[in-house]
T-cell receptor, first 110, second 111 residues
Framework: GEDVEQSLFLSVREGDSSVINCTYT??????LYWYKQEPGAGLQLLTY?????DMKQDQRLTVLLNKKDKHLSLRIADTQTGDSAIYFC??????????FGTGTRLKVLA | EAEVAQSPRYKITEKSQAVAFWCDPI?????LYWYRQILGQGPELLVQ????????DSQLPKDRFSAERLKGVDSTLKIQPAELGDSAMYLC?????????FGQGTRLTVV
């Protein structure tokens, strides 16, 4: 079946790196995504990675994919207070169907 | 910059009343989704359209929920009658081949 799991909370100090982890179950997923959600708002696409890649870097964001272990991570370098939000991992489980995790609430301490 | 438009942003309704949400996807996106997000949880797919056709509505409570996308562009999600447990954020998204973009959502409160 399809299932995406994330830890619920992460707290870091401003300026440190944040690493948010995700595990998924559908090995046929073609793309894997990270979305950011601020309070009361919709989901903002941050980045995504194609399943044949191991790593993707986009400014302060680094995505690592371990396809063997079905593990995805998002590293945010130099974390700022504006990065405080809920981060969702999602897999594209074929036929363009997106399955989301429960979200990781990131709190950045000044 | 192209965006997914949703209205209204907020809706308060009494239980047993009817309520409707509207979504206008990014121009050219054939795939449109309605998701429901309960507070503290991730979005769950209610219905997926490809053009005007329903691709997946397996999680849509069809006794009270309906969705349509008559001309393959904008879409309406309706709940009738609303129940207290329907209180949630209703998110619309549209996708290209590789990326799905979300609207700001409609927060529904049923009292």
């Amino acid at each position: 079946g399809e299932d995406v799991e994330q830890s619920l909370f992460l707290s870091v100090r401003e300026g440190d790196s944040s690493v948010i982890n995700c595990t998924y179950t559908d090995s046929s997923s073609t793309y894997l995504y990270w979305y950011k959600q601020e309070p009361g708002a919709g989901l903002q696409l941050l980045t995504y990675i194609f399943s044949n890649m191991d790593m993707k870097q986009d400014q302060r964001l680094t995505v690592l994919l371990n396809k063997k272990d079905k593990h995805l991570s998002l590293r945010i370098a130099d974390t700022q207070t504006g990065d405080s939000a809920i981060y969702f991992c999602a897999e594209n489980a074929g036929t363009y169907k997106y399955i989301f995790g429960t979200g990781t609430r990131l709190k950045v301490l000044a | 910059e192209a965006e997914v438009a949703q209205s209204p942003r907020y809706k308060i309704t009494e239980k047993s009343q009817a309520v409707a949400f509207w979504c206008d996807p990014i121009s050219g996106h054939a795939t449109l989704y309605w998701y429901r997000q309960i507070l503290g949880q991730g979005p769950e797919l209610l219905v997926q359209f490809q053009d005007e056709s329903v691709v997946d509505d397996s999680q849509l409570p069809k006794d009270r929920f309906s969705a349509e996308r008559l001309k393959g562009v904008d879409s309406t999600l309706k709940i009738q009658p609303a129940e207290l447990g329907d209180s949630a954020m209703y998110l619309c998204a549209s996708s290209s081949l590789t990326e799905a973009f979300f609207g700001q959502g409609t927060r529904l409160t049923v009292v």
